[in-house]
């Protein structure tokens, strides 16, 4: 199982992104999805995730400015990122909790290989 993440970039403040995140291999469902970040010097953090059902949950400081859906057909989850702040430049990581067989009892978590975005003028 591997994800693929793709879409960063250098913005200017005030612009936009869209970062996108492909499962590929063999498994059997995806659960919850997602979008991490880490800046240098500080924690990985959580920016947004999504459900298998569609129920999503934000980081309070990108509320209003950023957008997580998902292709379950693709296997693919996106962020939009409107607003872009200086802060939010960080390395992306995206997420997936994935069945990998019929019979397998817990989701795993598989990480993506992370996207630079940067925010400046």
């Known amino acids: 199982v591997q994800l693929q993440a793709s879409g960063g970039g250098l913005v200017q403040p005030g612009g936009s992104l869209r970062l996108s995140c492909a499962a590929s291999g063999t498994f059997f469902s995806i659960n919850n999805m997602g979008w991490y970040r880490q800046a240098p010097g500080k924690q990985r953090e959580l920016v947004a995730a999504?459900?298998?059902?569609?129920?999503?949950n934000y980081q309070d400081s990108v509320k209003g400015r950023f957008t997580i859906s998902r292709d379950n057909a693709k296997n693919t989850v996106y962020l939009q990122m409107n607003s872009l702040k200086p802060e939010d430049t960080a390395v992306y990581y995206c997420n997936a909790d994935i069945k990998r067989y019929t019979w397998s009892i817990n989701y795993t978590p598989f990480w993506g290989q992370g996207t630079q975005v940067t925010v400046s003028s």
């Open positions: 999504i459900a298998n059902g569609g129920t999503t």
